[in-house]
């Protein structure tokens, strides 16, 4: 009997494909020079696929349409609004993410911004670079202890929970706001405060949002919530771009309403704005969070296995929709 066939479309490590191929008929999608032609290419063959692992193209109304026999479809990281899930479930397909394998090197990403905008990493590199070996006793080439401080945190899954355990294990207090509050044995373990968004805003010393990108979350982070967060305040975002109005969190960083920020997404990847890019109270890094050698690695396996789960065994693990 023929064996099922899997598309695999975007970074995945090769060598952790083992388990795939050992089970399926797998095929390695084209990553050409333009989204536009792999995306053309994909909605020409997808019905030859009974499932799909996807990383970045987004998976609409077309490529389902055309997906006949596609039974599950495996993002490639925790995230999953590049792909159509409510229009997948009409037509009868699963959508799995991996939560697992993500969770720690995001909160490791978070724990490194929050250090470098407290230390003032990029200030301090960019001017040694420029040849200004800066006179630490001056009060205004400072920076900040972390110490004591309180890291708030928006959305108390299991990145936002690392990241507390981290946050704890530096000194900081922790207060945190979720959908649902977490059970009273975590809160007690991380030492959490579950508070109400308002207070969240204003307490903060460090802001982690944490949270998946929804319509009641676009653009949570925008003038009216900067305008009351402490002027002495930092926006750690390793969770999706549009959490945050770009524009309005410029204007904050270049009036002073708040300290500085770390952004490791954007509005529009892979596009950022030339004015932020030249504010020295900013970090930036290209959407890194599960960018580690392991991290990939056990991506790659995690997506493998819903897929092997799923059409091998019946089992739809880590199912979204």
């Known amino acids: 009997m023929d064996k099922q066939k899997v598309l695999v479309l975007g970074g995945l490590v090769d060598n952790a494909l ?10 390695i999608g084209p990553v050409g020079h333009r989204m536009e032609d792999d995306y053309e290419w994909v909605v020409e063959h997808i019905s030859e696929y009974d499932a799909l692992i996807v990383a970045k193209m987004f998976i609409d109304k077309k490529i389902i349409d055309n ?8 993002t490639y990281g925790v995230g999953y609004d590049h792909v159509d899930i409510d229009y997948a479930k009409s037509k009868g397909i699963i959508v799995s993410n991996c939560p697992k394998s ?3 090197p995001t909160a490791e990403l978070a724990l490194a911004m929050i250090l470098a905008c407290a230390r003032r990493f990029h ?5 040694m670079r420029e040849g200004v070996f800066l006179d630490v006793d001056e009060y205004d080439n400072q920076g900040y202890t972390i110490e004591g401080k309180t890291l708030g945190i928006l959305g108390m899954g299991r990145i936002g929970q690392m990241v507390a355990q981290f946050g704890k294990m530096l000194g900081m207090k922790i207060i945190y706001h979720n959908r649902h509050q977490v059970a009273p044995e975590i809160e007690a373990k991380l030492d959490a405060k579950y508070v109400d968004f308002d207070t969240l805003i204003k307490e903060s010393d460090f802001l982690s949002l944490n949270a998946p990108e929804t319509p009641e979350t676009m653009h949570i982070i925008n003038e009216s919530v900067l305008k009351h967060m402490k002027p002495s305040a930092f926006l750690i975002n390793v969770a999706r771009g549009r959490l945050v109005n770009e524009i309005d969190l410029k204007a904050a960083l270049k009036t002073g309403e ?15 704005d030339d004015e932020l890019a030249a504010l020295d109270n900013v970090i930036l890094t290209p959407h ?3 960018a580690t050698h392991v991290a990939r690695y056990n991506l790659t396996k995690e997506a493998s296995n819903n897929i092997i789960s799923y059409l091998i065994d019946g089992k ?3 199912k979204v929709n």
């Open 288 to 290: 890194v969070g599960s």
């Open 18 to 27: 083992d388990d795939l191929q050992a089970n399926f008929d797998v095929t």
């Open 67 to 74: 997906a006949k026999k596609l039974k599950i479809i495996s």
């Open 316 to 318: 739809a693990i880590n």
């Open 123 to 127: 200030f301090y590199d960019h001017s």
């Open 102 to 104: 993500v969770t720690r």
């Open 258 to 272: 708040i300290a500085g920020a770390g952004l490791d997404v954007f509005e529009d990847e892979t596009q950022v």
